[in-house]
């Protein structure tokens, strides 16, 4: 068996939108060791003059044998996204090394409530802990607050309707809110917060995950209303 990270050459099985501007790649990686919610991947592109570059994306699930799914944001004046969503095709290889990382986890054995809060790709993560209690059959509390631009960049918008039993998810929007919304679309905030996550005195863990400005807000709301530092874990996707 390879080493955890060493470099493997997985294949495209699937590429499926997930909004305008990302999409779920399917993976098949020889010999996946497995992972926890909340770990990455790094993946390497070499060209022909041998420039090479490599970016790290979240696992969004748990595995399914030798398959793995990113999801992956176009960024259009990005180097490598747009490549992946835009060029990558089913049959394609690509090097990859994981899984990386063993803080930002979930472990399906923890008992405390949690609260995941998503800004823009910063769900995919957030969804792989979501996705790992139901496999799990954990009846841990969960409570998920996503901001989003507009309701159509909601990811795994069908999955997340259909919702778990013990799953609460509030949406932010931070450019259009939907008609009925009674909140008017505005980057998130204390009252955000406060409404839809859990009391510290109920010791959740947080995850929050998203863009630098964004991650920086959450977290400093989180400890400012007395959540324990300890327990606010963060991801910065830069
Ligand atoms: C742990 C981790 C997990 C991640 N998971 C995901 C995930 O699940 N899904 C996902 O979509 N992304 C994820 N990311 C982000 C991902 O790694 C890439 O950063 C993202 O896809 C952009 O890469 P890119 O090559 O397209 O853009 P880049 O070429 O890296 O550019 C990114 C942005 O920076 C700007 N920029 C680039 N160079 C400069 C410069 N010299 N000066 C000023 N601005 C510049 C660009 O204009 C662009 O807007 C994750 C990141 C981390 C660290």
């Given at each position: 068996m390879a080493p955890r990270l060493a470099w493997r050459v997985a294949k495209l099985v699937e590429s499926r939108p997930e909004t305008d501007s990302a999409h779920t790649l399917v993976l098949e990686v020889p010999d996946w060791p497995g992972h926890l919610a909340g770990q990455h991947v790094d993946v390497r592109l070499t060209a022909e003059d041998g420039y090479s570059t490599q970016r790290s994306y979240s696992v969004?699930?748990?595995?399914?044998g030798d398959r793995i799914e990113l999801t992956v944001q176009r960024l259009?004046?990005?180097?490598?996204s747009p490549y992946l969503t835009d060029v990558f095709a089913p049959g394609d290889p690509i090097e990859l090394r994981g899984p990386?990382?063993?803080?930002f986890v979930w472990r399906p054995t923890a008992t405390e409530p949690v609260l995941l809060v998503a800004g823009g790709s910063g769900i995919v993560p957030l969804m792989a802990m979501i996705r790992a209690r139901r496999e799990a059959g954990s009846r841990v509390p969960f409570r998920l607050i996503y901001s989003v631009r507009t309701p159509e960049d909601v990811y795994y918008a069908a999955e997340l309707r259909r919702g778990a039993p013990g799953l609460d998810i509030a949406y932010v929007h931070t450019r259009t809110a939907p008609e009925q919304a009674r909140r008017p679309a505005k980057r998130i905030g204390l009252p955000d917060v406060t409404t839809h996550g859990w009391p510290p005195d109920f010791q959740p863990t947080c995850f929050v995950c998203g863009p630098t400005g964004f991650v920086e807000t959450v977290a400093d709301i989180l400890v400012a209303v007395g959540h324990d530092p300890q327990r606010v874990k963060t991801e910065r996707f830069g």
């Open positions: 969004a699930g748990p595995a399914n259009s004046d990005g180097e490598v990386v990382g063993g803080w």
